[in-house]
């Protein structure tokens, strides 16, 4: 009987190192995969640095009363409340936007309130210039803290302080008054959303008139 022969093919096992990537395959990926990266960084919009919120602290005399009684000029009226205005603070409205100089400030205070650089001459408020503020609200609040009236907010005092913005020449800027009346009143702080609303809330009116 013939002998049969089966050649038995030997058992092909494959490598674990088969099935790993080559290094200078691995080294391509990561390459494109950090060019993509700084790709979509460069690319996607950098959020604004955030507003520069340092302010000029409000340092002023808030111990004793510094109502108008004693003033000769035009009157100023809050809410139809004679008071003096004791600080002013001026800062332009929105991010990067420069500090006014001693010049503009002139011809800012006059479209703030015609006749307001009358007042200044004859109230001599102390002035304060922050750096661009972001919204009305926002500095208002930071505004309201640093002028810290007396009691609760200046309720039941002389004090009170009124914070907005208004309109010069196309520019948008932002205006903070600490006022002190010559009674005690409730007045507080006032915040004026609208440029409008500082027609009802802050009038000038010439010396002699009621």
């Given at each position: 009987m013939p002998v049969l022969f089966f050649q038995v093919e030997p058992e092909t096992t494959a490598s674990w190192l088969d099935y790993v990537t080559s290094p200078i395959l691995l080294g391509a990926f990561a390459g494109v995969g950090l060019l993509a990266y700084a790709a979509i960084r460069w690319l996607r919009p950098q959020p604004a640095p955030p507003p520069d919120r340092r302010v000029?602290?409000?340092d002023i005399e808030r111990d004793a009363a510094q109502g108008p009684r004693t003033l000769i000029g035009p009157r100023v009226e809050v809410y139809h409340v004679p008071v003096r205005v004791i600080a002013v603070v001026i800062a332009p409205a929105g991010r990067n936007r420069s500090i006014p100089d001693e010049d503009q400030l002139r011809k800012i205070m006059e479209a703030f309130a015609p006749g307001m650089m009358q007042v200044v001459r004859s109230h001599r408020p102390d002035f304060f210039r922050w750096p661009g503020q972001l919204s009305v609200s926002?500095?208002?609040?930071?505004?309201?803290?640093?002028a810290a009236l007396p009691g609760e907010k200046g309720v039941g005092t002389e004090w009170c302080a009124v914070a907005g913005r208004f309109d010069c020449g196309g520019q948008q800027?932002?205006?903070g008054l600490v006022c002190c009346a010559d009674e005690e009143n409730s007045l507080s702080h006032i915040q004026v959303d609208r440029p409008q609303q500082w027609?009802?809330?802050?009038?000038?009116?010439e010396a002699g008139t009621k």
């Open positions: 000029t602290r409000i926002g500095f208002a609040q930071s505004f309201f803290v640093e800027y932002l205006i027609l009802d809330i802050f009038r000038i009116r």
